[in-house]
């Protein structure tokens, strides 16, 4: 695709959660740039900080005391996370939009469908209750979803499980957002649901223009949805590249061992399991986060590695690659 310009700029963004036992470093010094109608795919085990970096993103982190967010977040020019509250609520559902993992727990059982998707136009353009209305049929008709007039006066118990994700994904857009998160939306579909939801998402790129964050720990989700990919491990990215380029060329230890250990189609050949465990994120190593679960660690892993050049638009954070070059 054509370079587009950027619409999103993270740079060295951190989470801290104060607990009773220490502090958690959720998300520690996170870089990523979405551009215009592109969709950029973020994965990695559960717990490595995908989800805290979304959030904190559309500003529902940082305002409790036992949270602490710091860093740069720059959406269309606007800087995030200097806002006020106010501001962000004028801004979310408008600039920028969610849709989380479990559309039951983002629908409100006592409320029809329809009316939950006119509240964003409702509130950001000040549109009539009638002409909202019409904007929520015209949502769920751009998400597929059949007799939309008749399914917007129902309730999210009428609807079945790709419905509602279907519904959630029309609330999030109706109120025509430059950024879209999605947050592992298809992780309780089924197969044929959750390929139709991945469809849905990258036809409806392409007609709005809008770019979009893709979180996931699916490795082919990834390869069928997304143009680029960030790679996360232990609250930081460990690797960033095109979609194809990261699937033909993985640089980094971490990304080898999630590609080995999918199966393939037709293979017979063992699976191979990264060995050991994330370290703790209230003890994090000083230097290189894999290293403890790396078979290439060498005596230079106790320094912490940047994200370093590995090709074209290809970056990763592991002191290999200044290895390559030096030979």
Request: net charge neutral.
């Amino acid at each position: 695709m054509a370079k587009q310009e950027t619409i999103l700029d993270v740079r060295d963004l951190s989470v801290r959660f104060r607990t009773r036992e220490g502090v958690v470093r959720a998300v520690d010094g996170v870089d990523l740039s979405v551009r215009k109608g592109e969709i950029l795919g973020v994965v990695g085990e559960s717990g490595c900080g995908k989800s805290v970096t979304a959030q904190a993103i559309m500003r529902l982190l940082g305002d409790a005391r036992t949270e602490e967010v710091t860093g740069r977040v720059v959406l269309d020019g606007e800087e995030l996370l200097t806002k006020t509250e106010k501001e962000m609520t004028r801004l979310r559902g408008r600039k920028l939009a969610m849709i989380f993992q479990d559309p039951m727990t983002s629908l409100n059982p006592v409320f029809t469908v329809g009316a939950q998707i006119a509240e964003g136009p409702r509130w950001h353009e000040r549109l009539s209750r009638k002409a909202a209305g019409r904007r929520s049929v015209e949502m769920l008709e751009m998400v597929g979803i059949p007799s939309p007039a008749e399914r917007a006066k129902q309730y999210p118990h009428e609807f079945s499980g790709g419905m509602r994700q279907r519904a959630v994904v029309g609330m999030a857009l109706s109120g025509r957002p430059d950024l879209l998160i999605a947050d592992e939306p298809t992780t309780a579909l089924d197969v044929t649901i959750q390929s139709q939801i991945l469809d849905l998402l990258r036809d409806l790129r392409d007609r709005t223009g809008a770019g979009m964050i893709f979180i996931t720990h699916d490795m082919g989700v990834v390869a069928q949805l997304c143009d680029r990919v960030a790679v996360m491990y232990a609250g930081s990215i460990v690797e960033e590249a095109p979609v194809k380029e990261l699937f033909k060329n993985p640089r980094h230890p971490y990304s080898q061992g999630l590609l080995a250990s999918l199966p393939v189609l037709g293979s017979h050949a063992r699976l191979r399991p990264i060995e050991g465990r994330p370290p703790d994120l209230m003890r994090l190593p000083a230097g290189c986060r894999f290293a403890d679960r790396c078979p290439f660690a060498f005596e230079k892993c106790v320094q912490r590695p940047p994200l370093m050049p590995a090709g074209p638009e290809h970056r990763s954070a592991c002191w290999l690659e200044e290895e390559k070059k030096d030979d």
